[in-house]
């Protein structure tokens, strides 16, 4: 059981960055899978992005290029780091957890990860 809070959130300009972080109760670099995921009002949840137990990171097409997911392995703390942020990134983002560490591709793409936060909203305005 890993228990992931996200913090970080907040209300900026369009053109602007935040940080989110990902604290997890459990040591993350032991083969975890970790991945974040958004939630625009009306709209269904959405992939952003994720790292895998190797290190490898897939993003979206939507923020390639603007966001960054890293990890302090030594504190557990997952990030994604978002810059030249856009109305539409507007959403609750979440963090999610998986250790199927072999299956990370498949599980972020059907958003079936097992372990997940209870999400920071992010309001960018124009």
């Known amino acids: 059981q890993v228990r992931v809070v996200e913090s970080g959130g907040g209300s900026v300009q369009a053109g602007g960055s935040l940080r989110l972080s990902c604290a997890a109760s459990s040591d993350i670099d032991s083969g975890y899978c970790m991945g974040w995921f958004r939630q625009a009002p009306t709209k269904a949840r959405e992939r952003v992005g994720y790292?895998?137990?190797?290190?490898?990171?897939t993003y979206e097409d939507s923020v390639k290029g603007r966001f960054t997911i890293s990890k302090d392995n030594a504190n557990n703390i997952l990030y994604l780091q978002m810059y030249s942020l856009k109305p539409e990134d507007t959403a609750v983002y979440y963090c999610?957890?998986?250790?199927?560490?072999?299956?990370?591709?498949?599980?972020?793409?059907?958003?079936?990860?097992?372990?997940w936060g209870q999400g920071t909203q992010v309001t960018v305005s124009p």
């Open positions: 790292i895998a137990s190797d290190g490898t990171k």
């Open positions: 999610a957890a998986d250790p199927r560490r072999l299956y990370c591709a498949d599980l972020y793409w059907r958003q079936d990860f097992l372990f």
